[in-house]
């Protein structure tokens, strides 16, 4: 099958993720992903408490604020781009958040079967 670079996993047009805060690679509010884009940050989920514990466990404090780099750190119910591989990790764990399948880029596919995906959609 044949995708454009802004197609979500159910096969529509990319929808933004969050500009508040603002997400993205390229911090456009988009979970688009280029080359560049080395840890392919695809998935738009709702960050949970448990998510952020396990991130924070793992080496990525995402809740505390990163002033110097514009990081405001996320809380509860915010929306935001993650690594694919970093959903994946916490899915096995127990701990991965919910997401919005039509802001989560058809490249988390490569990744993420859309089983778990679906799984996990937001409501």
Request: charge should be negative.
């Amino acid at each position: 099958m044949e995708w454009s670079e802004d197609r979500n996993v159910v096969g529509g047009k990319l929808l933004s993720c969050s500009t508040d805060p603002l997400t993205g690679f390229f911090r456009d509010g988009c979970c688009a992903t280029g080359p560049e884009d080395v840890g392919s940050h695809t998935v738009c989920a709702i960050v949970s408490a448990d998510f952020l514990e396990f991130s924070r466990l793992a080496g990525n404090d995402l809740g505390t604020a990163q002033p110097q780099s514009g990081f405001p750190g996320l809380k509860p119910g915010d929306r935001w781009c993650l690594c694919a591989e970093r959903w994946l990790e916490a899915d096995r764990a127990g701990c991965a958040p919910p997401v919005v399948l039509a802001a989560t880029h058809h490249r988390a596919l490569e990744l993420i079967e859309i089983e778990s995906l679906i799984a996990h959609a937001a409501g």
